[in-house]
Every structure is written in C-alpha cells, then in structure tokens.
C-alpha cells in the first residue's frame, strides 16, 4: 500500500511519514467524529473514508 501512495503522489514518503499524513489528515479536518468503546477510540471521517483505531491504553487523549 505504501509504494502505491508514494507512486500515486509522486513522492517518495516512508511509512511513519505516511502514516502520520493521514493521522493528521483526520484529526485536524472538522468532519472527523469520535467515539470511544470499551479500551479503543473510533476516530471516523465520512468524507476522507478513513477510521482510526486508537488503544486508550497507549495514548494521551
């Protein structure tokens, strides 16, 4: 998957920065909602069609 955003985008990214791209993508955009059940948080955003899944046991929220 990472070769192809790279491919996709023209750039040359690493994973971590790739990674990071689209954490930052769907925390900063005001459509993201977040819910938490049981030891996870559920970051969604409908419109970038991504899901984050964070374990409350190994964040700061």
């Known amino acids: 998957m ?3 955003v790279d491919k996709k985008l023209s750039v040359n990214l690493s994973r ?3 990674e990071a791209a689209v954490v930052i993508a769907v ?3 005001a459509a993201s909602r977040g ?3 049981d030891e ?3 970051m969604n955003n ?3 069609q991504r899901q984050l899944v964070i374990n409350s046991f190994n964040c700061l929220l």
């Open 2 to 4: 990472y070769q192809r």
């Open 16 to 18: 971590v920065e790739i």
């Open 27 to 29: 925390l900063n955009d």
């Open 35 to 37: 819910e938490r059940l």
């Open 40 to 42: 996870n948080y559920y």
């Open 46 to 48: 409908q419109s970038l």
